[in-house]
């Protein structure tokens, strides 16, 4: 058998891990070979192709390492649904073919998923297997880098909350998660945070601060405030003024929300924004675990030829999702009737409600 594996999105920990473990359950049967895609889909789609055979002393020591090595792509768009729709999708079945592929595992958040949706449509055998930082991919509790990212901003946090009480300081961490807030929650309620505002709960800074004033009255003289990317004020929208060339991204609400707090509570505030720094270096353990479960979980599909489904997490069960059960990858979003927002709002934590 000879089966393709592509990585597309946004990169994160985690995606290096997965291709060795594909790699290595390969190398235990005899006659399957893993074809390396170059740049997401973009190796099958454009010319010339961009493929090559992986071997076990390629994929030696990446276990750890960051990023991919078969390179990624994020163009902002889906090509299957643009204007080049048919000669893009006419390329990648070409290049299906014409590599002679069996199998096609595609490692990507939603919109690459949403392309190997229209993959599967056209009949290629596709295993998906999800991976985000943001968590936000319908399916499966839990996505590749997830954790990682997690661990990074609850270092973060953990970081700021020394300098912020030798200062008597407010301080704002701006992270990444698109329109969900699991990385802020998760890594605010990991890291000590005191505030946290996620996009699904627009924020009112009355209760900001009255968290912060109470803190004080107690004679705690700083506050830990984790910002979501696209949080925003009730009433607002949210703030896209991303720090990047050419794209219109999420960004800049951190900014906003410290100089806010500062006019309103006269104490000294600082901002930070973690920005790319959660999706770069080592995996977490968990991240490890979690690829090697994936790709293995990939590979048994393949085995029993069981196509057009993605691979997932649901509570400690490994199954796998119908790409056509997935509501047409609508990004997930944090359940506010969930044990993790009750978690934070009954240990204290402000969610700015
Ligand atoms: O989807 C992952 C993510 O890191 C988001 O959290 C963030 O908004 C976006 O990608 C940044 O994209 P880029 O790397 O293209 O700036």
Not at 172 to 182: F, H, I, K, P
Not at 184 to 194: F, P, T, V
């Amino acid at each position: 058998m000879k089966i393709g594996i592509c990585t597309g999105g946004g990169d994160c920990p985690g995606l290096n891990a997965v291709i060795r473990g594909v790699v290595r359950f390969a190398s235990q049967h005899p006659g399957m070979e893993i074809i390396g895609i170059r740049d997401g889909m973009n190796g099958l789609m454009q010319r010339p192709m961009r493929a090559h055979p992986l071997t076990l002393d390629g994929v030696q020591d990446i276990l750890h390492r960051g990023g991919t090595i078969l390179g990624t792509c994020n163009q902002g768009g889906n090509p299957y649904e643009s204007d080049q729709r048919e000669v893009s999708i006419r390329n990648t079945l070409e290049g299906v073919k014409n590599l002679g592929l069996d199998a096609l595992l595609v490692v990507g958040g939603e919109g690459t998923q949403g392309m190997a949706k229209t993959l599967v449509d056209h009949g290629v055998p596709v295993i998906g297997i999800p991976k985000t930082i943001d968590n936000d991919l319908p399916g499966t509790d839990q996505t590749i880098g997830f954790s990682s990212c997690v661990d990074i901003v609850a270092d973060a946090v953990f970081r700021l909350r020394s300098t912020a009480e030798s200062h008597d300081r407010i301080m704002v961490l701006e992270v990444m998660g698109r329109d969900s807030g699991y990385i802020a929650l998760h890594g605010g309620i990991a890291g000590g945070a005191h505030v946290i505002l996620i996009p699904e709960i627009p924020f009112a800074y009355e209760p900001v601060c009255a968290t912060i004033q109470r803190r004080k009255q107690q004679g705690r003289n700083f506050s830990l405030v984790v910002v979501s990317e696209g949080a925003h004020e009730d009433a607002a929208s949210p703030y896209y003024g991303g720090n990047t060339t050419g794209v219109k991204n999420l960004g800049g609400i951190g900014s906003i929300v410290a100089s806010t707090l500062f006019e309103k509570t006269k104490m000294d505030t600082r901002y930070t924004v973690l920005g790319h720094l959660q999706r770069g270096g080592m995996p977490s353990s968990w991240d490890r675990i979690l690829a090697n479960r994936f790709a293995v979980h990939a590979m048994d599909l393949v085995m029993r030829k069981q196509f057009g489904c993605i691979v997932a997490l649901q509570g400690a069960t490994l199954t796998q999702v119908p790409y056509d059960q997935i509501e047409s990858f609508q990004r997930k979003k944090v359940d506010l009737a969930s044990d993790i927002v009750h978690t934070a709002e009954a240990t204290g934590i402000c969610l700015g409600r």
